[in-house]
């Protein structure tokens, strides 16, 4: 049997994710937070499905985005929400590159047409060629991820607003990194627009492991994606932890403004050194470009042990690390520096 002639020719020509666990000392690669929480959870009966609603969790966070329960629909993970969307509404999926590259995963795997619209050369929105691939495309869904990974900055309100206005679909602004960013993000607008999604997610404010994602607009946009949303999509640890976690504001608070800071000491340091270009940053990470090439400093540090991510394949020559602790930035700035005089 030819197993290959069987798949998709979407899926065919795909390739995995690439989410590999490699053994080191600093792991600095996957944008995760370097602080997590000692929970006590409420206790789970094991025998019994979750809340398929889990009402509790979104009312949680319907009171943070400022908006009612019917409004927030949440994932496992911002992934599966992304997943559900394209579902839902199909293509054409628009977005500016280099991005989150499961925008076009997704909706490349579910056989919609997926476009991607770079970046300028100092990684702002292109507004006026975003525009005019909405009027070529005629988009049903357009991503918009501020701040954008992996470059690390914010998009101009103001462009923002011009492509909600101008796309005939649903723009999804996507803040998976929002906590982080010195502006407040743009969920106090969504009453003004009622085809902009604001997208979230917990797992880079320490709560990685429960791979809770969620999304708040138009009532009516969540009962749509509701109805292709899996039963029972969220587990009932993750609900409770999640639950508990965002009870505790003020630990939540102290790590993002820990992380914030030394993000700033990071930047500094990065850009004294010689054959580096660190580029500002508005979330937990700092993508920078290396003269040496970036394969040479990726396997420099991870032969120190820091592992950090190559981000070549995406951005000629640059690499991105993760904002850790004082303790794990002071041991990749003494590795980069190491191999930097190789």
Excluded: W
Aim: hydrophobic share 40%.
């Amino acid at each position: 049997m030819n197993i290959k002639r069987l798949v998709k020719p979407e899926v065919r020509g795909l390739r995995a994710y690439e989410a590999k666990e490699i053994p080191c000392r600093v792991k600095l690669d996957a944008n995760e937070s370097p602080y997590g929480f000692a929970l006590k959870v409420p206790k789970i009966e094991t025998n019994r499905y979750p809340d398929p609603e889990a009402l509790k969790l979104r009312a949680a966070l319907a009171r943070d985005m400022k908006t009612g329960t019917e409004n927030v629909l949440v994932g496992n993970g911002s992934d599966e929400l992304i997943y559900y969307l394209i579902t839902t509404f199909g293509g054409p999926v628009l977005f500016p590159t280099p991005t989150f590259v499961m925008y076009g995963v997704i909706a490349t795997a579910l056989g919609e047409r997926a476009t991607g619209v770079p970046l300028t050369d100092t990684f702002e929105l292109d507004t006026d060629a975003m525009l005019k691939a909405i009027r070529k495309e005629r988009p049903k869904l357009v991503f918009l991820a501020t701040p954008n990974n992996p470059t690390g900055n914010c998009f101009e309100t103001g462009s923002v607003l011009k492509i909600v206005e101008a796309t005939p679909g649903i723009v999804i602004v996507d803040e998976a990194y929002a906590p982080f960013a010195t502006e407040k993000g743009m969920a106090a607008l969504l009453p003004d627009y009622r085809n902009m999604v604001i997208m979230r997610t917990l797992s880079k404010i320490g709560l990685a492991a429960l791979r809770v994602g969620y999304m708040a607009g138009d009532e009516e946009i969540m009962a749509e994606v509701n109805k292709v949303r899996l039963p029972f999509n969220l587990n009932s640890y993750s609900q409770a932890c999640a639950v508990e976690a965002l009870k505790d504001r003020k630990s939540m608070r102290g790590y993002i403004r820990e992380i914030a800071s030394e993000r700033q000491r990071l930047m500094d340091a990065m850009e004294s050194l010689e054959g580096l270009e660190p580029y500002p940053s508005e979330a937990n990470f700092i993508l920078f470009r290396a003269r040496a090439g970036a394969r040479k400093i990726y396997d420099g540090l991870l032969r120190r042990g820091v592992l950090i991510r190559n981000m070549d394949a995406l951005i000629k020559g640059c690499l991105r690390v993760t904002v850790g602790t004082n303790k794990e930035n002071n041991a990749f700035l003494k590795a980069l520096k190491e191999t930097l005089k190789k």
